[in-house]
């Protein structure tokens, strides 16, 4: 894995126009800022037909390269033959430290396993009908759903109550027992970490929450602690199992 520190890593963001919603991209680019800079910023798609008209504006307001790919053999995705080696090209002459593949194609499948078999982060963007094998094959998956503007759940509007939802606690308390000291103590971010492994696609905006923190203090079976860092300005989360202090 790249050894960037957050928000300073140079990334890739190939989008698959065939197989996304323009209406998403503002959202996805606010999201890619969080992991780095989008150094490399393509979109590709056959632009000479109609059904991409929505995305020409959206290139030029955030200034996307439009990569153009005749559809010449009907029933063959083009495209996707077009971003996978445009991808390995830009793995091997660019210096980059990750990719963000914007599709929900299960085409880049095999793109995405080679690129982090070269230690570089790979970050997927797609809908919710993704096939878990590009999931799976992600470090990173985020569902564009939670992107657009217009349907996104905004933290504190009504979500499924996360202590009845008894595949999250126990993705949780997985995730904490695996990061936690021989007190039962776990760092958050240890546990975020611990959580993103298990299940790449997993966010607390699912729940009506933006922030892991948020998420956890709704689950009543966990203890959450605030600790001061080593720095004495500013504090850490710690989370528990209310289990193990009984």
């Known amino acids: 894995m790249a050894s960037e520190a957050p928000g300073t890593a140079r990334l890739a963001v190939l989008i698959d126009a065939d197989n996304a919603n323009p209406k998403v991209l503002p959202g996805l680019l606010a999201e890619v800022a969080k992991y780095g ?28 390269q439009p990569m153009q790919q005749f559809a010449n053999t009907k029933g063959k995705n083009a495209t996707d033959s077009a971003m996978i080696i445009d991808a390995m ?38 809908e919710k009908k993704t096939p878990k094998a590009f999931v799976a094959a992600c470090d990173r998956f985020v569902h564009t759903e939670l992107l657009d503007a217009g349907t996104a759940r905004a933290p504190g509007r009504a979500a499924p109550a996360p202590k009845e939802d008894r595949r999250l606690v126990a993705l949780v308390r997985k995730a904490v027992e695996d990061a936690s000291d021989d007190t039962g103590w776990a ?45 004495g300005a500013s504090k850490a989360l710690f989370i528990r199992d209310t289990r193990a202090g009984a």
């Open 37 to 64: 800079v989008a150094s490399v910023k393509r979109a590709y798609g056959d632009w000479t037909t109609p059904q991409l008209g929505g995305w020409k504006a959206m290139l030029v307001e955030h200034a996307i």
């Open 187 to 231: 760092s958050l971010g240890a546990v975020g970490s611990s959580i993103a492994k298990q299940q790449p696609d997993f966010d607390s905006r699912s729940w009506g929450f933006a922030k892991l923190s948020g998420l956890v203090r709704a689950l009543p079976m966990f203890e959450v602690e605030e600790r001061p860092r080593g720095d």
């Open 89 to 126: 090209d830009l793995l091997h002459t660019r210096g980059l430290d990750g990719f963000c593949i914007v599709s929900s194609d299960s085409d880049f499948t095999g793109l995405a396993r080679r690129i982090r078999e070269n230690g570089l982060l790979v970050i997927g963007f797609g």
